[in-house]
Protein backbone atom coordinates (compact mmCIF):
# COMPACT_ATOMS: atom_id res chain seq x y z
CA UNK A 1 0.00 0.00 0.00
CA UNK A 2 1.36 3.45 -0.87
CA UNK A 3 1.72 5.85 2.19
CA UNK A 4 -0.54 8.03 2.95
CA UNK A 5 -0.88 11.49 1.28
CA UNK A 6 1.67 10.27 -1.57
CA UNK A 7 1.57 9.79 -5.48
CA UNK A 8 3.26 7.80 -7.63
CA UNK A 9 5.46 9.78 -9.59
CA UNK A 10 5.22 6.91 -12.66
CA UNK A 11 1.19 7.94 -12.79
CA UNK A 12 2.08 11.38 -13.28
CA UNK A 13 4.41 11.50 -16.30
CA UNK A 14 2.96 12.49 -19.23
CA UNK A 15 1.80 9.79 -22.46
CA UNK A 16 4.58 10.82 -24.93
CA UNK A 17 7.69 11.88 -22.59
CA UNK A 18 10.93 10.06 -22.92
CA UNK A 19 13.23 8.33 -20.89
CA UNK A 20 15.04 11.62 -20.09
CA UNK A 21 12.17 12.14 -18.27
CA UNK A 22 12.12 8.92 -15.90
CA UNK A 23 11.47 9.87 -12.13
CA UNK A 24 15.28 8.74 -11.48
CA UNK A 25 16.90 11.52 -13.48
CA UNK A 26 14.65 14.25 -11.26
CA UNK A 27 15.23 12.49 -8.21
CA UNK A 28 19.04 13.11 -8.97
CA UNK A 29 18.98 16.26 -9.88
CA UNK A 30 20.56 18.51 -7.51
CA UNK A 31 17.77 21.36 -6.78
CA UNK A 32 15.31 18.06 -6.57
CA UNK A 33 18.10 16.84 -3.73
CA UNK A 34 17.71 20.31 -1.86
CA UNK A 35 13.68 20.16 -2.15
CA UNK A 36 13.40 16.97 -0.84
CA UNK A 37 15.98 17.80 2.56
CA UNK A 38 13.62 21.04 2.90
CA UNK A 39 10.31 19.20 2.72
CA UNK A 40 12.22 16.16 5.14
CA UNK A 41 13.37 18.74 8.05
CA UNK A 42 9.86 20.24 7.47
CA UNK A 43 7.71 17.33 8.58
CA UNK A 44 10.21 16.73 10.95
CA UNK A 45 9.69 19.79 12.76
CA UNK A 46 5.99 18.83 12.70
CA UNK A 47 6.61 15.50 13.71
CA UNK A 48 5.07 14.35 10.51
CA UNK A 49 5.82 10.16 9.42
CA UNK A 50 5.26 11.34 6.06
CA UNK A 51 8.61 11.37 3.82
CA UNK A 52 9.02 13.54 0.99
CA UNK A 53 10.12 10.17 -0.85
CA UNK A 54 9.17 6.58 -0.49
CA UNK A 55 10.66 3.95 -3.22
CA UNK A 56 8.97 0.67 -2.61
CA UNK A 57 10.26 -2.20 -4.22
CA UNK A 58 7.78 -5.43 -4.79
CA UNK A 59 4.41 -6.04 -2.89
CA UNK A 60 1.26 -4.76 -3.81
CA UNK A 61 1.75 -1.22 -4.69
CA UNK A 62 5.84 -0.82 -5.56
CA UNK A 63 7.05 2.76 -7.26
CA UNK A 64 8.92 5.88 -6.62
CA UNK A 65 5.46 7.90 -4.04
CA UNK A 66 6.31 11.29 -3.28
CA UNK A 67 4.20 14.26 -1.73
CA UNK A 68 2.45 16.77 -3.50
CA UNK A 69 4.49 19.27 -3.58
CA UNK A 70 7.09 17.32 -5.32
CA UNK A 71 4.40 15.58 -7.85
CA UNK A 72 4.30 19.50 -8.48
CA UNK A 73 8.20 20.05 -8.97
CA UNK A 74 8.44 17.37 -11.15
CA UNK A 75 5.37 18.26 -13.46
CA UNK A 76 6.99 21.67 -13.93
CA UNK A 77 10.56 19.57 -14.43
CA UNK A 78 8.49 17.59 -17.50
CA UNK A 79 7.02 20.74 -18.67
CA UNK A 80 7.27 24.44 -17.52
CA UNK A 81 3.88 25.14 -18.85
CA UNK A 82 2.29 22.95 -15.94
CA UNK A 83 1.47 26.55 -13.69
CA UNK A 84 -0.16 28.29 -16.13
CA UNK A 85 -1.84 24.96 -18.13
CA UNK A 86 -4.27 24.85 -14.74
CA UNK A 87 -4.68 20.88 -15.43
CA UNK A 88 -7.20 19.73 -12.80
CA UNK A 89 -5.14 16.15 -13.11
CA UNK A 90 -1.67 17.57 -11.62
Known amino acids: MPPAGTASTISTRPAGTGPAHK ?8 RTEEL ?3 L ?4 QSKN ?3 APVNAIRGGAAPGTWVVKELVYAYAMWISPQ ?3 SGHPRV
Open 23 to 30: PVYWLKNI
Open 36 to 38: VQF
Open 40 to 43: AEEA
Open 48 to 50: SDT
Open 82 to 84: VPQ
